[in-house]
């Protein structure tokens, strides 16, 4: 005999629901259909000349010459999870870019209360984000229209600002592999 949800259980569920409806900002874009590509609604980024070019499954990232990439956990990269280190010349890890498909929205797009401090939203390579500064690192976060999430950071909170504007000018040619933001 199957089970059904009790009028409470619904009414919990559409509280939720609508809850999650008011978290998130009104757009004006017209719904798509199908599974079509989105093209990316940033310009591509003008790589500097001589500059590498890290191409993964989810994101590009142009880093100098010098410098170095590798992923987090070679074992644990797959379609779903990408994670890169990004190396100065002395091989000191200054940033790092990842991936993760099929994000929970609600943790991206939480109901600020007076207990919680969410990030604030502020723009990084010409993509809206959400930024904070956790333990002297400076994380930013992306989630775009297919739930795949992406989280950018910089161990560069208290270094000089010649050292930080070189690292945002790296993180500034970061193109996710759908740049339609998921709308919160």
């Not at 100065?88 to 940033?95: D, E, K, S």
């Not at 609600?106 to 209360?113: D, F, H, I, Q």
């Amino acid at each position: 005999m199957p089970r059904f949800l009790t009028r409470p259980a619904l009414a919990l569920l559409g509280v939720l629901a609508l809850l999650c409806l008011a978290a998130c900002t009104p757009t004006a874009r017209p719904a798509t259909v199908g599974h079509a590509p989105i093209a990316p609604t940033v310009a591509p980024v003008r790589v500097p000349a001589g500059w590498k070019v890290l191409t993964t499954a989810h994101f590009r990232i142009a880093y100098p010459p010098d410098w170095t990439t590798f992923p987090h956990d070679k074992a644990q990269e797959d379609a779903v999870h990408t994670d890169y280190y990004i190396a100065t010349p002395a091989g000191h890890v200054q940033l790092s870019v990842s991936a993760l498909e099929k994000t929970d929205v609600l943790a991206y797009c939480p109901v600020a209360t007076p207990d919680t401090l969410p990030p604030q939203p502020t723009t990084l390579a010409g993509l809206p984000m959400r930024f904070q500064l956790i333990d002297s690192v400076r994380w930013w976060w992306f989630l775009n229209a297919q739930r795949t999430s992406y989280q950018l950071t910089a161990s560069d909170y208290e270094a000089s600002a010649a050292i930080k504007a070189q690292d945002e000018a790296i993180l500034a040619t970061f193109r996710p592999d759908n740049a339609d933001p998921w709308p919160c």
